[in-house]
């Protein structure tokens, strides 16, 4: 296998990306003394569809990293304030070892450029503005040895991380699609200046209806802080009413049947309805094939329980950076730096793949009449209940916790990763 050698290269690794999960990858391997070239199609500040709020997982990995959560613009919440069935109740983040005791709010709008800069200043080098068309072959082994650009400019590495997103280019290139198998959501969320901007709970609506019908997802209220609140909503493919919605009118909706004192009008909008695509369990495979490693969306790592992305994007990227640093010490041959780059895909299912298929029997169920009705109807009176489904749906747990950490890490445990 011909592979650009250090001085030949334009770095160690390339890393497409520099959303949460490039960004996470690239800070890691800078900081491990590994030349990377971390780049990105936009230029920052930039938007991205999200809900923008931060669970106590993606809180614990910007924190690892470093990231000053105690300066101005991030927002603290306490939990998750579920509303459905008639019923409104607050559940407080769980008090765990591995995991702090609450959550964040923060536009993607800096949040992302907040992640690069920190991955900068562990070493790694952002171009920005550098649209990536596709990787470079090498001729005899068809590895990935750099990537192309839209504007002409070939850049050659060692190694080259897909953090490229749901649409990665890279990944099609290497004839990686996605898995039917697999479910997709889709989000859509606007903002409003509202007095609903200073909450300190994330709050959740579990009832989304379309007519009669109760659809699989749910909506949400997310407080910025800075005047306006995000609010949105998602949905999972896993409804024959999938596909058939129009999501933005389905959210206006919504929207017009909240509280009039809440503002959630449309001359109160501060931006545009957007939609984006949620790649869920893994529908991406192998995560690792002839010297690419996806990373993040690009590899389907969201959890098909809540939505969630952003801490699964860091996570994957800090699991990726620790099995390439050891790939390409200096003291490997070939052979021992593809037999480790190999170890990956598994790596991550080791990691998640019991938990997501639990997730995708989850949202299999929600998906069909009458399941979603029933458990809103009869899960929501129960508080022990739902401190239990806080857990499972936010994958939070200790690992010698008490009896409800314990029975979620046995079902991630015994249920078949694929």
Known sequence: ??????????????????????????????????????????????????????????????????????????????????????????????????????????????????????????????????????????????????????????????????????????????????????????????????????????????????????LPGYGWVFGVGDGTANVGLGLLNTSAHFGNIDYRVLLKRWCKAMPAEWGFTEENMTAPIRGAALPMAFNRQPHYTRGLVLVGDSGGSINPFNGEGIAYAMETGEIAAEVIERALRKDTTPAHRERTLRTYPQVLKDAYGGYFTLGRWFVEAIGKPGVMSFGTRHGLPHPRLMRFALKLLGNLTDRRGDASDKIINALSKVAPPA
């Open 1 to 214: 296998m011909t592979v650009p050698t250090a001085t030949q290269a334009d770095a160690d690794v390339i890393v497409v990306g520099a959303g949460p999960a490039g960004s996470a990858t690239a800070f890691y391997l800078a900081r491990a003394g590994l030349d990377v070239l971390l780049l990105e199609k936009t230029t920052f500040p930039r938007e991205k569809v999200c809900g923008d709020g931060l669970t106590p997982r993606a809180v614990k990995q910007l924190l690892n990293m470093g990231v000053d959560v105690d300066a101005p613009g991030w927002v603290r919440n306490k939990g998750l304030r579920v509303v459905g069935g008639g019923l409104r109740f607050e559940l407080d983040w769980p008090q765990l070892e591995r995991f702090p005791d609450f959550g964040l709010v923060r536009t993607r709008q800096d949040f992302d450029e907040i992640v690069a800069a920190n991955a900068v200043q562990a070493g790694a080098r952002l171009m920005q503005g550098v649209t990536v068309t596709g990787p470079v072959l090498d001729d005899r082994s068809g590895h990935v040895v750099g990537v192309t650009t839209k504007d002409g400019a070939t850049y050659r590495s060692r190694l080259v991380v897909a953090a490229d997103g749901n649409s990665t280019r890279l990944a099609l290139g290497m004839g990686l699609h996605k898995r039917e198998d697999r479910p997709m959501g889709v989000a859509v969320r606007t903002y409003f200046t509202s007095p609903r901007h200073d909450d300190d709970y994330l709050e959740t609506w579990l009832e989304l209806w379309d007519g009669d019908t109760l």
